[in-house]
């Protein structure tokens, strides 16, 4: 029952600070992202970017292929990566817009108290602290640790990394033992 409650509060919010996200990416208020703003947001976060890579995180999940992400290709690539359970799916700007939505004080940095409310609703309690040390290195609330954009895409890139490794590859896979047949 809990989860569910917990669920079903977490799907509002979300929906929430991924509205927020999408307007504060979409400068120009014309209901699309395109590089120029993407570019303008790297550089008011003072994180380094180049134009050839924003394209590239456009055109990851521009569907249309109008060089722009609507806010239907926005929700959709969010979807898919936050469902995603094989770790393939583009996450370049998924991963800028979970920086957006943990910035709760728009202050340009995330800190673990911020992003703990979402992981949280995300993970549930028994994985919270392991999603904390996996971003931040701690779960200590009180330890001040903030991270800034460039910090947090690292983290994050890290982290999925990590998990890609840890999946089973052709060189890792062991094939069960032939079934031994029974004789009567």
């Known amino acids: 029952m809990a989860a569910e409650a917990r669920e079903r509060f977490a799907k509002k919010n979300e929906a929430e600070d991924l509205r927020r996200a999408f307007d504060k990416l979409d400068s120009k208020g014309d209901g699309k992202i395109d590089a120029d703003e993407l570019v303008r947001f790297f550089t008011i976060m003072a994180c380094q970017a180049h134009k050839n890579d924003v394209q590239d995180m456009i055109w990851e999940v521009d569907e249309d292929c109008d060089q722009c992400v609507s806010w239907l290709e926005f929700q959709s690539m969010y979807r898919r990566c936050r469902n995603d359970t094989t770790g393939y799916e ?25 992003a703990m409310q979402i992981l949280y609703l995300r993970y549930g309690k028994s994985l919270l602290d392991t999603q904390l040390e996996e971003i931040f290195g701690t779960s200590d609330t009180n330890s001040g640790k903030d991270l800034t954009l460039s910090e947090f895409l690292h983290s994050l890139s890290r982290s999925q990394v990590k998990q890609l490794r840890s999946k089973v590859t052709a060189k890792s896979y062991k094939a069960p033992p032939p079934a031994q047949k029974k004789r009567k």
């Open 90 to 114: 583009p996450r370049r700007l998924f991963n800028v817009v979970e920086f957006i939505m943990n910035d709760k004080d728009d202050s340009g940095s995330v800190s673990v108290e911020e």
